[in-house]
């Protein structure tokens, strides 16, 4: 039997070093590679080429669910085959019945050798019942349920950001707007504000299952901050917002704009 390769993805180092020393107490797995970030593991994996991909679900800019997104688009793309997806979380409570087959498996931190080995031999069934585009696909399908289950929603949803040393809760809710700057973002929280790495398509993706919108190349904004939006005397948009905060509306986001209002009718085309 061929060894089933394998590639880590976790944002902690430790829990890289922890997952491979596992691993190699295990049989006929190969570790073809690891990486610390969603986008260095897709880059990584048309050379890899792995059969399972044992990732982790909070990650910052592009957690396990965006990594799953990219996944199903570049094999409908035809760009890669489709490994098989193993989640890794420390939120034992979200191993819901949604992960209960053949086809998809759920761990949790921390990593226990015989649930891992439970998973790898799940693994390899899945691997000779089901092509790997169709499990891939059906997981993309639940991404939505599984984002709203993992992250909650209303008043109790949140996320982590990092302010030097410190990660802090941040209540999503309390998000106004986030920002390009250069290869960054800024996520802009009433007076205070986060920098992280990242892309505005990853920050979308990021926010979009809490219903924020992109209304400009260099700006996603949290519809709930919005006061109003209005005309501007050269015909563009403004978007202002709780804070008095004013934001651009793109030529090309204008529909997006539209569809944040009740109605649509208060804004010109």
């Not at 920050?203 to 979009?208: E, K």
């Amino acid at each position: 039997m061929a060894a089933l390769r394998v590639f880590l993805c976790d944002d902690e180092p430790l829990a890289l070093d922890r997952l491979g020393e596992l691993l190699s107490r295990c049989s006929d797995v190969e570790i073809v590679g690891s990486a610390l970030t969603g986008s260095d593991l897709i880059d990584q994996l048309p050379t890899a080429k792995p059969d399972l991909v044992l990732l982790d679900i909070e990650m910052p800019r592009m957690d396990g669910f965006d990594v799953v997104e990219g996944l199903s688009r570049m094999a409908r793309d035809g760009a890669m085959t489709p490994p098989l997806i193993v989640f890794v979380t420390a939120h034992p409570e979200l191993a819901a019945d949604a992960f209960d087959s053949g086809a998809l498996d759920f761990i949790s931190k921390p990593v226990r050798l015989s649930r891992l080995e439970k998973a790898l031999d799940r693994a390899r069934q899945a691997a000779e019942q089901f092509a790997a585009g169709q499990r891939l696909e059906e997981l993309s399908r639940q991404l939505d349920d599984l984002k709203q289950a993992h992250y909650g929603a209303g008043p109790d949803a949140h996320v982590w950001l990092r302010r030097g040393a410190e990660t802090i809760r941040v209540d999503v809710e309390a998000i106004d707007w986030i920002g390009a700057e250069g290869e960054y973002v800024r996520i802009h929280v009433g007076a205070d504000s986060y920098l992280e790495r990242g892309s505005m398509t990853d920050a979308a993706v990021r926010f979009g299952p809490f219903g924020f919108a992109r209304i400009h190349r260099s700006t996603v904004v949290n519809p709930a901050r919005i006061a109003s939006i209005e005309k501007t005397r050269w015909g563009g948009l403004i978007v202002r917002l709780h804070t008095d905060a004013k934001l651009a509306v793109g030529r090309t986001f204008r529909e997006a704009a539209r569809s944040l209002t009740s109605t649509g009718l208060a804004l010109p085309r």
